[in-house]
């Protein structure tokens, strides 16, 4: 597992666009027959990928985590961003049809994937809310085509839908035509954010801008790679075509509205 300590917002001017990739940018998840995991000490969140090729994967425990089991004191969201696919987890079979999502919750024991490709987020945990699948969640519709970034934010685990401990995650579809996400942007303080970008094309990207809003810099990110956003880092972006985009936080509070909007005069 790959384990990567927290940055300040200091240490970014000056860092190449190497550096800034190898801290940020959470590519090679998906792997066709493998589970892969990224830990980020921002938040202790945990990112992976679970791509089945010949048969079925099992979420792995890596000694980093310092546990009996990957969910002994932690939970965790999935998300298919391909096919169909099944996720098993304690013996009980979820169907999950692409964009669904799964919550699985904390003292699980055995997870195992089979089809689909599956983007995983862990946060810690203090209790156990119960694994539930979620194929019908809260829409918000927001931006317009003037703005090209009329999308639709799709909120599955969070306080007025699936309940978890920190995990608040959701998965956003933009609009044909549409190409901007999260633009006027914002930053959390009291949380960290990561974003997966999927259904892009293999020659397509997206320009993902981050840092503080004053201080910006930009990463080049293709299909299914992520970003992780520091509670002091802006997060939005624009596609060279469609896509989608999983956002999936952990922090101090799940109130999705605790958020400082950023006016696009002061982004440098
Ligand atoms: O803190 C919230 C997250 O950044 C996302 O929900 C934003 C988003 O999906 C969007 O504006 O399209
Ligand atoms: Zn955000």
Redesign the pocket.
Known sequence: MDVRHATAPDQIPGMTTEQLRARFLADGLFRPGEVRLLYSHEDRLVLGGALPAAGPLTLPNPSALGSATFLERRELGVVNVGPPGTVTVDGSVFELGGRDVLYVGRGTRDVTFEGGAFYLVSTTAHTSHPTTLSTDPERLA?GGREGANE?V?HKHIHEGGIRSCQLVL?V?VLAPGSMW??MPC?T?HRRT?AYLYFDLGPDDRVIHLMGEPAQTRNLVVADREAVVSPPWSV?CGFGTRGYAFV?A?GGENQD?QD?VPVAIGDLR
Do not use: F, I, P
Request: glycine residues 6%.
């Open positions: 927001l999308r934010v959701g956003t996400n999260t914002h959390h954010e997060h956002w936080m999705y958020m």
